[in-house]
């Protein structure tokens, strides 16, 4: 990977601190957790085991998963005050503001009272964000007060269940841990630093997590899932996003989905979250889709050399799992939750307050006007 050049607008390429979790773009190896290469995480483990490497620093043994993955199942029930928020949150509220709401308030009422605590609150946000979710988009969509407290095996087959009212397929079942996987971390980007800004002033886990919500939301970061996704549907097929492509690069409209702050010519977990889209389209029998989305990613490589990021293959993907639009960002939430938490943890262990500097631009010195002469 060729390293970014350095500007000062965005803090970008300048180092903001030290992390042992997660090293992002460099040569030889795009992206790894704790030493371990996407793509062999991918391969080979859950997303709870992820969770658990992040959150620990090493991958579990069967005995210690086991536990982990008990103790994610215990906790999906959500409190009845929790639920009466919930059910107080219109249908026309963005799913990434009810995630904030439900994750504040989960806040209030089951908070972080001491650091030590820190890994059960963890282990409650993973386990009760998915129920927060689809408690409140089953509620206000469907009029249906739903059980959340499922038996499923793993987090993406419970957050699949609640929402279809079914046990999903294995195929739909795999892809969501992939995606899990695939979202979970990403060293200082917007949300996490967010995050460790927080968590340097030594204030609770759930508040720092409430702020990386707010930060995911928007379109330039976790939001561009959903943009991308209201992007390809509107496109007709492969040759029709070319021409609709051509004419917002022409209009110097921005392609969400395409472009990473840190990547410079490709992301390693689009080859991963694309092979899976490309299934799905052959299990769901119409690939539009999946033939717009490649055709995007050709023609935006040829003519501005920039490339699909994480989110873009995700839209098809979550699509044809029949995964509503809005409820995309938020599955992000239920995975980088665990990537915020464990930097949140490494932040406390080796704290000092966040506070950068500013260049000045502003006025000169001047003397304050009486009212009368303003
Ligand atoms: C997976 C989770 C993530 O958060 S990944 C990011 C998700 N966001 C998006 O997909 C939104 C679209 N992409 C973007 O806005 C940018 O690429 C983001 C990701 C914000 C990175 O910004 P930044 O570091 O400033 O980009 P850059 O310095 O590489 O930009 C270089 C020139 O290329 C342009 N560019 C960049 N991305 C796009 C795009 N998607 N569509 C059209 N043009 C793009 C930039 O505007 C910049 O142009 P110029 O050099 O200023 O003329
Ligand atoms: O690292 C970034 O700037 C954005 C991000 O979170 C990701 O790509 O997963």
Sequence with gaps: ???????????????AGETALCTVGKSGSG????????????????FEEVAYLLSRGELPNATQLAEFKARLKQQRGLPQA???????????????DVMRTGCSFLGNIEPEQDFSEADAKIERMLAAFPSIL???????????????????????????????DKAPSKLHTDVMNTSLILYAEHEFNASTFTARVCASTLSDIFSCVTGAIGSL??????????????????MQNADDAEQQLMGMLERKEKIMGFGHAIYREFDP???????????????????????????????????????????FFHASAYHYMGIPTKLFTPIFVMSRVSGWTAHVKEQRANNRIIRPSADYTGPAPRPVPALADR
């Design 134 to 164: 689809l408690y409140w988009y089953r509620f206000s969509h469907d009029g249906k007060r739903i059980e959340t407290a499922t038996d499923d095996d793993s987090i993406g087959a419970h957050f699949l269940h609640l929402l279809h």
């Design 269 to 311: 977990r689009n080859d991963i979250i694309k092979e899976w889209s490309e299934k799905l389209s052959q299990e769901f029998g119409d690939s539009r889709l999946y033939d717009v989305s490649v055709r995007c990613e050709e023609v935006m490589w040829r003519e501005k050399k920039l490339f699909p990021n994480a989110d």
């Design 1 to 15: 990977m060729v390293d970014k050049k350095l500007t000062g607008a965005g803090l970008r390429g300048q180092v």
């Design 82 to 96: 929790l639920k009466d928020v919930l059910e107080r949150i219109p249908a026309d509220a963005h799913p990434m």
């Design 217 to 234: 939301r928007g379109p330039l970061h976790g939001g561009a899932n959903e943009a991308a996704m209201e992007l390809i549907e509107n």
């Design 31 to 46: 992206l790894t957790y704790y030493g371990y290469d996407i793509k062999e995480l991918a391969d080979k483990v859950s």
